[in-house]
C-alpha cells in the first residue's frame, strides 16, 4: 500500500474531528505546494480515497468537502486548480467517482453549498484556462 | 500429543513475532526512505551533505528474523521426528531428537527477539538523526548556507541499551546448550532419560535461564522504545524551534512528558528484577535441593514466577507503544502547518497557519483497546499459572499427584493463549505505527520539497 493510501486509510478511520483537523493542516499544506507537486499530491490523495470503502469514503470527502469550502478564497483556488488538473492524470474512473461522491455531499449539505461549490469551479475553470467540469445534472 | 501441542504455540508465537519484526522493517524502511527524500531536495538546493553508512545491526536485523523462524521450523520439523520416535518406541532416536530440538529452539527465540530489538535500534537510529537535521538543515536552506556539521550517528545510540540487547540476545541464545550437553552426558552415561533426577533439575535451572535472557531482551526493547518516545517528542520541540525562528511567529510549547513514560520505566525494571531474584531463588534450591530447602516446593512457583516478571515487561512495552502511538498522532497534527508556515516564510508570504496548542488530553488520541487487549492477555498468562500453581501445591500437600500432573497440562494452553494475545496485541499497534510513519514520510518528503523549489525560485 502506498504512502498516501496508508496516510488516507488512517484519517479515514480516525475519529471525525481528528480527521478535520489533520486534513485541514493537509489541505492547507498543498495549497501552498508548487502547482506540479500539488497536482501530483491530489492525484494520490483522490486516487487513495476511491480506493476506500464506500461506507468510509462518504464520510471522508464530506469532510473534505466542508474543510475545502471553509479555506481561505487563495487556498481554494489552488486546491480547485490542482484538483482539476490531478483529474487529467488519474484517469475517467477516479475523477468520476470522486467527483461524483463529492456533488452528493455537497448536495446533502444543502443546495447552497452545492452551488457555491459548482460555481466555484467553473468560476477557476473559466479563469484558468480548463474545461469545465461536467456536474452530470 | 503433549510434544505436538507444543509445536503448535511455539510455531505461532514464532509467526507473531515474525510478523512484528516485519512490521518494524517496513518502519525502517519508510524513516529511512524519509530521510533519502529530504536529503535529496536539500542537495538540489546546494547542501553538502554525506550519506551515512548503515551499521552492522541495521544490515543484519531482517537476517536475523528469517534465521530466528527459520531455527523454529527446523525445531518443529525435529519435534516430528521425535514424536515420531516417542510412538515408535524408539527410545534411542528419542532422546537424541530432544537434545537437538531444545537449543535449536533457545537460538529460534534468541534471533527472533533480538531481531526486533535491533530492528528497533535502527529506528532510533534513522529517527535520531532526522530529528537533529531536518531542523538544521531547514535553517542552511533559509540562510542559503552550504556547509553543515556533520553529525556523529552513533552518539544517538544509547550505548548501555545495546550491550543490554548483546546480553540478553547471548544469554537467549546459549541458555539451553548446556541443558542439551546435561542431557547428552547424563544419557551416554546412563542410558536413562533425565527427567525427575538431580539432572532433570538441572535443566529446570537452565530452562529459566532462558526466560532470563528473554526478559533481558524485553527490557532492552523497553528502552529503545523509549527512546523512540524521546526522538518522538525532540521532533515536535526543535520544528517547533525551527518555525519560530523562520516563519517569526509564535509556537505553542509542546505538552509536559506523558506521566505513563515513568510507568514504562517501573515495569520494566520491575520486570527485570523479579526475574533475576527469582533466577537466584532458583539457583539456591538448585545448591540446597538435598539439604536447607529441600522440603519446600519451590518447583511449584518456578512457572507462576516467570509469568509474573513477563506481565510485567509486556505491560511496559504496551504502555511506551500506547506513549508512541500518541506522540506519532500529535506529530501528524503538527507537521503539516509547521511546513506551510515555512514554506510562506520563504515565498515572502505573512499568512500564518496557527499551530494546535498542547492537547490537554494526550491520552485520548491512544489506541486504548488494543492496550486493553494486552493487559487482558497478561492477565491470561498470570490466570495459566498463579492459580494452578496454589493448586498443585495443594493437590501435592493432599498427595494427589495424578490430579497435579492434570493441572501441569492446563498451564501450557492457558498461557500460550496469553502470550499469543500479547503479541497480536504488540503486532496492532505496529500496524497501527506503520500508518502512522508513511504519513509522516509524505508530509516530510514534500514538505522540504516545496521549502527546496521556493528557495530556488527565489533565487
Known sequence: ?137 | MKRFLEIIPLLGLGFLKLGIGFAIVTIVKSIKSTGENATGSFKKAGLKLENNKAPFFAKSFPIMLIAGILSELVAAIIMIFWIIAGVNGNEYANHIYEIITVPIEGLGVALLIGGIAFGLTTIVLNLGIQVNELPKRLKALVKGEKDLEELQPKSLIPRWTKIVTITGMIVTGSALIPVAIIRAVHYAVNYSPTYETPVGLNALLWDTWIFLGIAILLFAISYWLLRIIKWLRRQRTQLGKTVEEIAEMEVPTIENPLKITTAVHSFATAGLMWMFIFFFVIAIYQAFQETLLGVVTLKMLIKPGRAISLALLFIGIGLALLTIVVNLNLTAFMLPSSFSNIVNAIKKDNTRVELSQASDKPLKLSPMKLFIGLLIGAFIVLLGTIPLAILRISYQFQGLTQSQLTVEHLIGPVVSTGVGLIFLMIGLFFSTIVGFVKARKTIISEGVESCVYYTIEKK
Not at chain 1, 23 to 47: C, D, H, W, Y
Not at chain 1, 109 to 136: D, N, S, Y
Open chain 1, 1 to 137: 500500500m502506498s504512502e498516501m493510501n496508508e496516510m488516507i486509510k488512517m484519517l479515514a478511520d480516525a475519529p471525525e474531528e481528528q480527521r478535520q483537523q489533520m486534513l485541514t493542516q493537509r489541505l492547507k499544506m498543498i495549497a501552498g505546494q508548487p502547482e506540479e507537486q500539488r497536482v501530483k499530491s491530489l492525484a494520490g490523495l483522490i486516487t487513495a480515497v476511491t480506493e476506500l470503502k464506500e461506507k468510509k469514503m462518504k464520510p471522508f470527502i464530506a469532510t473534505r468537502t466542508k474543510i475545502l469550502l471553509g479555506l481561505s478564497s487563495e487556498e481554494k483556488e489552488a486546491i480547485l486548480v490542482g484538483r482539476m488538473k490531478a483529474g487529467k492524470m488519474v484517469g475517467d474512473k477516479i475523477h468520476m467517482t470522486d467527483m461524483k461522491v463529492t456533488l452528493e455531499v455537497a448536495k446533502q449539505m444543502g443546495e447552497e453549498k452545492l452551488k457555491m461549490l459548482t460555481g466555484l469551479m467553473k468560476q477557476i475553470a473559466e479563469k484558468h484556462g480548463l474545461p469545465t467540469p461536467e456536474f452530470g445534472y
